[in-house]
């Protein structure tokens, strides 16, 4: 059992910069994958990146074409948080935010067991 809860969305200009956090509670949080997804209104939730098991070699990531560059991924095992940096941000971005935790690091929605409950990030042009 993994429980998520995310923080630091907001609105922000176009060109901003933005720093999405997600905090985990339970059991062996550096055995889970854990990924960012997000969901526009009527659009489906998409992958935004992700970051594999922890280990003493570090963890592997992945980003979607969309925010490769922009945004990076990381995490901290010690604090038990997962952390999103959102730069150069666009008005595409705008959505909200889902952390999520799975067994294997993945790309698409159903590969992940726990979620939290979203941030709204909101981008002005």
């Known amino acids: 059992q993994v429980q998520l809860e995310e923080s630091g969305g907001g609105l922000v200009q176009a060109g901003d910069s933005l720093r999405l956090s997600c905090a985990a509670s339970?059991?062996?949080?550096?055995?889970?994958?854990m990924g960012w997804f997000r969901q526009a209104p009527g659009k489906e939730r998409e992958f935004v990146a992700a970051i594999g098991w922890s280990s003493w070699t570090g963890s592997s990531t992945t980003y979607a074409d969309s925010v490769k560059g922009r945004f990076t991924i990381s995490r901290d095992n010690a604090k038990n948080t997962v952390t999103l940096q959102m730069n150069s941000l666009e008005p595409e971005d705008a959505a909200v935010y889902y952390c999520a935790a799975g067994r294997f690091m993945a790309t698409i929605v159903s590969r992940y067991e726990y979620w939290g409950q979203g941030t709204q990030v909101s981008v002005s042009s």
């Open positions: 339970g059991r062996t949080f550096s055995n889970y994958a």
